[in-house]
């Protein structure tokens, strides 16, 4: 997988911001240097999948392994001869009031030339944690080849693609080949955990790092299947919301009271339950109604190569809603889709407890895409949920909230960044 | 409140198993001896009131003084010349590996006469915690008077009660007034904890303590209004039940997974959402099948004294499903319901996370009534969901077990234990 990687953003690399063909010389040699260096590539992913690099649990040791990744890919990046900036970005406190320092930011800069546009890669060295419940087949910290493909914890969460952008640049240092934009790295230790104290350093360093910058390359994105990387041009957005049925505050048992009541969880089952059908299509009335209608575009999923069967059983589902690839892609990237996460104030522990919840609130969010307008999204389910609610006929009190919004976005494919 | 407990439980105990009425003269003394001795006994439950006997959060101080509470119970059972047992019931291991000691469970006797009855009277001297969100109007540990009513943790369930059977036998007792039948008591110091040692103790003690018991009356149960005792005949049972709809283990990231899956939360919700309507009708066909036709027995609701504007204020609700007393009542009592109480697996906590749960429990239960099966009301909630389900054409995985069992029970009221 990193050697396919690699492949990947060499191509990218060599291809950007040059609108002809590069001569083939100076590719073909990049190429043959990479076989050559495989195997040394492959031992420093080893190196730094092995270091446990994970905040969540938030064990002063593993923080310390923050530490280390950030020490690991500053070497890596100063081995390219980039002027490297480790910023610090101070202290997080934790719930229990414990404060450990956050791992620096890395900022790398390799060429100036004002001639040449700039590009910076963003990436991170930090992974969720692997869990034995995960049923992992080999260790996740010990870099493992099964079938041609490398596993372990990182690997394509982000490091592999950190160090195969690196290891990419590095081949064009190597082989003295000039490379046709400067380059730039922002590598994160905390992006796992929000990006904790990024938007700070972005904000203070507009006007310095960034100020250059002419476009960000994510390495952190999903490949389409597990043979094909992506370029990803657009997401879609999110409205998530939260619909409080409440009764009142205390809870009842179900003993003494179960019977009698507008009792709260029925109220916002069927609330929940009125929102999307069984084949995944949204009930809100109107919510279609902006959805950018499907153009040329349907031809471009006829051509990815996505097997359905192998997308289905690496997913480990046993069905999906829909069985062409074409109606997969679309009802993933261009269709807006509802989901419904849980339920706030309910028993929601193991075991039996006859409690009748007196407050609950119901979380479920909204895929936006083009060209669906959040506000009026907002409009329509609070809309729809008053009615379903009125129906009932229920003395409770029903409060429909937004907790987050985001924005879809789609660039255009045209532009001369995606054209290279 | 206290003093109407005692009213109450002086009828019982000077009426049970009389057939004829007492003489007017004994009981007439015993309550003028009540009037004369009111604020001793308000006294001896304000002091009870100001132990803080809850288990609940397991700090060693509060354990204390649930021994504390045992202590004082075993005064006052002393105090009435009985011979007491201190029943030492060993340890409790709390989750967190640390042992404190169970508080004594109390037996005491009083008369032996072979030609008598023996009533056994049980309750207990632990609380529930009262917390500050809780919104206690006085402080639950100073037994305060409001309006002629007694406020304070413990006052009805169960101080009250268990001080008010003491004090009905102390004032036979101290106007040497023969009590018709031999009392025992069995005084408990965990009930909140689902009575901790009791069932050992029970079995310990069947061919000892309890061989002589002909009834036992349990000192904690409701009242049927803020003003009205009640003589309970009979509790609905419960089957719990529990189902889970599985679409893997893992859970998925609604932004690349969202739109194209048989979502395992919009299956449970579709499922719970036909259970009941919104009157608390149950969906599941046949379930009211068996239930006991009504029969004379509708004279007897008429009959009680129950106001429904101070039951719903009183419960703090701003609706109820019925308007009248009858039907509240029988929507208590005598007719099945179903509660909603929770899902186990998907995202419960507060804040935004845009998980699509792998794998989600629902959890419901049925109270039940006679002459419904228990057997028979699996069956057919198993069948139903089982159709629910089938008519979904899910991908996912739907399983529906029992979780809990409890038989309702109904006594003979026209037996010489209730006509008494």
Redesign the interface.
Known sequence: MAASLLAFLLLLVGGMFSTSTPPPGPLEKVFQYIELHQDEFVQTLKEWVAVESNWVQPVPRLRRELHQMAGLAADQLQGLGARLASVDTGFHQLPDGQTLPIPPILLAELGSDPKKPTVCFSGHTDVQPARQE??WLTDPYTLTEVDGKLYGRGTTDNKGPVLACINAVSAFKALDEGLPVNVKFLIKGMEEARSLALEELVWKEKSGFFSSVDCIVILDN?WISQRKPALIYG??G?S?F?VEVK????DFH??????????S??DL??L??SL?D?S?CILVPGLYEHVAPVTEEKRMYEAIDLDVGEFRSS????????DTKEE?LM??WR??????????G????????????GRVIG?F?I?LVPHVDMSVVETQVKQHLEYIFS???????MTVST??GLHPWIANISDHQYLA
Chains 1, 2 share one sequence.
Do not use: W
Request: overall charge positive; some cysteine.
């Open positions: 995960d049923r999903l997401t879609r999110n998530y939260t009764c009142r505050d205390q179900s003993g003494t009271f179960g019977g009698i009541l507008n009792e969880m029925a089952v069927a929940l339950g999307v069984k995944g997913s480990r589902v046993k069905g999906l809603l829909f997969l009802h993933l269709y807006p889709s509802l989901s419904i996460h849980g339920i706030e309910a028993f929601h522990e193991p075991g039996a407890k006859t409690v009748i919840p979380k969010s895929r129906k009932r006929n229920s003395s409770n009190q907790a987050l």
